[in-house]
Each structure stands twice: as C-alpha cells, then as structure tokens.
C-alpha cells in the first residue's frame, strides 16, 4: 500500500462511502444530506471519490474542511490533481493506492472498493441500480459483520 499525505488518518474511524456512477435520482438528496451530517462528526470518510456523485460528497466535506482519505485504483499522483490542492496542503487528505498502475480500470476500481470497506469501520452505500458494479460488494459484505448502511 502505497501512501501520501497525512497517515495519521488511517487511525481516524473511517466510514467508506460508495455511489454508482449512474445513481438514481433519489440518491444525489441523501448523499448530499449524508455528506453534511458526516462532516458535523470526528470520522472521516473514505471513497474513491470517483463517481460524480462521491466528487459532490468530496466537495461538501471539504467545504467543511473536514479529512478525507481517497482511496486510488491507480498508482499515487505524480501531481495532485486541483481539485484536492487544498486539503492536500492542509494536511486534511491522505491518498492510499493499492496498485501501481498509471491508469484506473474496472479491476483496478473494484480492487480499490474492496480495500476501502476493509479499512473502514462502517460501509455507507448510496443507493444504487441493480446493475450497477457496486452489487456484489454490497451484497457480499452483507454477508459478513461489516456494518452496511444503504441511505433511504
């Protein structure tokens, strides 16, 4: 696992928070809701921050100046991209990677969503179609003690 920027937040309670790249429509409200009730408490959340709608999530936490740590289907950046700058040099943002490959792909991602609901204590999903890439994830941990919440 490859890592840069702030370590300390890996010893943080992380929350993953996963969202299709095509939620429904229902789902922008909640996330968006979420995001602002997880950024009035100490966790910090960990995404890929990929989809559109896990960007909106990053964006309204980050409005609070609250950490994050993205969690990367792709080598660590060479040069952070602008929309992290920020947090980045506050220290507030930790990118973690657990492959070396310049370009993310759907293994890569899927490798990367796996690796975010291990490392965090509690699995936040938005909802999601059925089709979506996101089903055996959610649908495997909830199989397992992992606590699932799917936001309704």
């Not at 939620?23 to 950024?39: M, S, V």
């Not at 690796?115 to 959610?138: M, N, W």
Request: charged share 20%; hydrophobic share 45%.
């Amino acid at each position: 696992m490859d890592l840069s920027g702030n370590n300390a937040l890996l010893d943080s309670e992380l929350v993953a928070f996963f969202a299709s790249r095509t939620p429904p429509e229902q789902a922008w409200q909640l996330a968006r809701d979420w995001a602002h009730k997880i950024a009035l408490t100490d966790k910090v959340v960990i995404s890929g921050f990929h989809s559109p709608l896990e960007r909106e999530v990053y964006r309204i936490l980050d409005s609070h100046r609250r950490p994050v740590v993205v969690a990367l289907g792709r080598a660590i950046y060479r040069k952070i991209p602008p929309l992290f700058h920020a947090a980045y040099n506050d220290r507030r943002l930790l990118f973690v990677s657990l492959r070396n490959h310049s370009r993310p792909s759907l293994s890569n991602s899927q490798i990367r969503n796996w690796a975010a609901a291990d490392l965090a204590e509690e699995v936040v999903f938005a909802p999601f179609p059925p089709s979506s890439a996101l089903s055996t994830l959610h649908n495997t941990l909830r199989l397992g003690t992992t606590k699932i919440v799917v936001l309704e």
